[in-house]
């Protein structure tokens, strides 16, 4: 699974964010749906792996999260808004920035609130049900959801700063026949380069396989990931996950598969170069390795 609820907090945890945390508590997460046992996997620095949420036991009867690879699959082939309304974390509809994430003490006994939530999990009620479409704390979500259902991207999003509100008008796709001004915020997007990314005290320079070319040269468009402020967990982070995308693209590419690995990031593209695009928060940039479609 790529995501799983904090048991203390009842907050949805990406895997990929477990990178970000100086220790990891493998026993204090479960699933989204009911309260079967998550466990991290991969989630460390140094593993060129994606993190990941594992189950040892079966879900609860009646989860809902255990039927989402079935609608994952259906969603490839045709329509499943009636299921999307109704999978709260498979197609987040806003883009919710939290700039502190809560901490609790796992002595402290459970409030009596999250002790109801906790039952309404196990049974899976239709009141946990109702909570439809919930938000994303990073991009990321938002992203896999725009490649996993290519026939539902007409669903709302709402993004801070981006003026469209479906799926369909947020993305921008950077593409490799010419440079391009865009002046409007996007979630913009592009194949990544098999070139790793430079690193710098300042800055991270990533290359995209976008941009112009110019007889069998590529003058490519370039992400500047100001990272000045950034903790050395989130910085490693980054790297880690750009090293393990930049190596599915290249094994992809050599078995001939039709999946790609993409940079997606909120950014704006500079004024002089058109050719780089900065950005400055680690919550606005993600990979997702996966196959793009356009439906007619």
């Not at 009867?61 to 045709?78: D, N, Y």
């Not at 991270?204 to 590529?218: C, F, P, R, S, V």
């Amino acid at each position: 699974m790529d995501s799983a609820r904090d048991r203390l907090t009842l907050e949805i945890v990406e895997a990929e964010d477990l990178k970000l945390l100086t220790s990891v508590d493998t026993y204090g997460y479960q699933c989204p749906g009911c309260t079967t046992q998550a466990f991290p996997r991969s989630y460390r620095s140094e593993n060129l792996v994606r993190a990941h949420f594992q189950l040892r036991d079966p879900h609860y009867p009646g989860c809902e999260i255990e039927g989402e690879e079935k609608i994952i699959a259906q969603g490839r082939r045709g329509s499943v808004q009636r299921e999307l309304e109704t999978s709260p974390g498979l197609s987040p509809a806003r883009l919710q920035l939290i700039e502190v994430r809560t901490i609790v003490d796992s002595t402290i006994p459970r409030t009596e609130i999250q002790t109801q939530r906790i039952h309404r999990l196990n049974g899976v009620t239709d009141e946990a049900r109702r909570d439809g479409r919930r938000a994303a704390n990073s991009i990321r979500p938002i992203c896999r959801a725009f490649l996993r259902f290519p026939f539902d991207r007409h669903l709302s999003l709402a993004v801070p700063g981006i003026a469209p509100t479906a799926y369909q008008t947020a993305f921008k796709k950077l593409r490799s026949n010419g440079l391009e001004h865009f002046p409007d915020l996007r979630i913009f997007y592009g194949e990544l380069a098999w070139t790793p990314a430079a690193e710098s005290f300042e800055h991270l320079t990533i290359t995209l396989n976008a941009g112009k070319w110019d007889q069998k040269t590529l003058t490519p468009y370039q992400v500047i990931v100001e990272w000045d402020g950034w903790s050395t967990v989130a910085r490693s982070r980054l790297k880690r996950e750009l090293e393990v995308a930049r190596q599915e693209n290249i094994k992809a590419n050599k078995e001939c598969q039709r999946s790609r690995s993409y940079l997606f990031f909120v950014g704006a593209q500079d004024a002089r170069n058109i050719t780089i695009f900065r950005i400055m928060d680690h919550r606005l940039i993600c990979t997702v390795h996966d196959e793009l479609v356009f439906p007619r």
